[in-house]
């Protein structure tokens, strides 16, 4: 298998609030809801970096779509990494998503190998870590 990844999913409880959290909170580029006209079909993509998107779609939908039951969220199951080019910046972005309305439980800090990051939950409880890592820069 080739390195395709091109869309990271979340299930969200609430579609309307989780594209104001991810566009009007965070600021991601996004044209909004679509495929409303489809059972099931609403989702919405942000755009992250080239070749690669951020999709919300609710719960009850990707359930529908795979088959699978509708379970309880893990928060511990999965991360999502948002690196960034200054320890500043690690600020800045925990700051622009806690007056979206995240759940900041790890206050940026300086971790152990020799970075600095904190974590959050949007509103549907996932978890986003906010890093500065010196020997992993983003090509900005």
């Known amino acids: 298998m080739k390195p395709r990844i091109s ?11 989780a594209v104001a959290f991810y566009r009007d909170g965070l600021g991601l580029a996004t044209d909004g809801i679509i ?5 099931h079909g609403a ?13 919300v779609w609710e719960q009850d939908d990707i359930a529908h779509d795979t088959g699978l039951p509708k379970t ?7 991360t999502i990494g948002h690196n960034v080019s200054s320890r500043g910046e690690v600020y800045e972005v925990m700051e622009r998503a806690r007056r979206a309305g995240a ?3 790890k206050e940026a800090q300086d971790t152990f190998y020799g970075g600095y990051a904190g974590y959050f939950q949007d509103p549907d409880g996932h978890v986003w870590e906010i890093v500065w890592n010196p020997a992993f820069l983003p090509a900005d």
């Open 7 to 17: 869309v990271l999913t979340l299930g969200v409880d609430d579609l309307e609030r």
């Open 35 to 39: 495929g409303k006209e489809f059972e």
């Open 43 to 55: 989702v919405a993509f942000f755009d992250l970096q080239s070749q690669l998107k951020l999709a």
């Open 72 to 78: 309880a969220r893990c928060p511990t199951g999965f």
């Open 103 to 105: 759940a900041i439980f």
